[in-house]
């Protein structure tokens, strides 16, 4: 819990919209595939075991694998370690309802001796995490996708994060925006 509680401090202190530099490794979507995330982690690391260049994870760190809770815990633990190394977007799937509606939850009280406290730290700490990261000025990085209220990177620093994702919005939009097909897509070459 302490591990958790630590983590949110520092999430809590940094922008929506975080500034990052090259070079960088962008890591899309994990999904509780914690042997997945290991391997990454091995094409980044020296032979003492310590971080050769930064790393960006886009978000859904859970639902869907066995290891959600584990995955979670190591890119914390990482993050208190390493913090200006790694950096954690959040994704769709950091909501209570994508976690009540997956595995998430269930994973947390299965292997938490079922503490409600513990699932409700995770929560709090997911509401913290940054939306997006713009890097050298060059890439504009999220889970989802561009809102048509962005007009500007510097939009983004004006959502509120600190919340369950709304069901629609400039928030869900940048958590959620899949792709869908155009009503007049004849029109467009996609």
């Not at 938490?112 to 890439?139: G, K, Q, T």
């Not at 999220?142 to 990177?153: A, D, V």
Request: with cysteine; proline share 4%.
């Amino acid at each position: 819990m302490e591990l958790i509680k630590n983590v949110t401090k520092i999430l809590r202190a940094e922008p929506n919209l975080l500034h990052l530099k090259e070079p960088i490794v962008v890591v899309g979507d994990i999904h509780g595939q914690y042997f997945d995330l290991i391997h990454m982690f091995e094409k980044v690391i020296d032979k003492r075991g310590l971080m050769t260049t930064n790393m960006l994870f886009l978000g859904d760190y859970v639902d869907r694998g066995d290891f959600s809770l584990e995955v979670v815990v190591y890119l914390y633990a990482l993050k208190l370690r390493y913090p200006k190394s790694i950096s954690l977007l959040r994704g769709n799937h950091e909501s209570r309802a994508m976690a009540e509606h997956f595995t998430f939850r269930q994973e947390v009280m299965n292997k938490c001796d079922r503490d409600e406290d513990v699932y409700e730290l995770f929560m709090e700490s997911f509401d913290a995490l940054p939306i997006a990261a713009d890097i050298n000025e060059d890439y504009l990085c999220m889970h989802g996708g561009i809102s048509q209220e962005l007009k500007e990177s510097s939009d983004i620093d004006t959502i509120d994060r600190f919340m369950e994702p709304p069901l629609e919005g400039f928030l869900c939009d940048i958590l959620w925006s899949d792709p869908c097909k155009d009503q007049d897509s004849r029109k467009h070459k996609w």
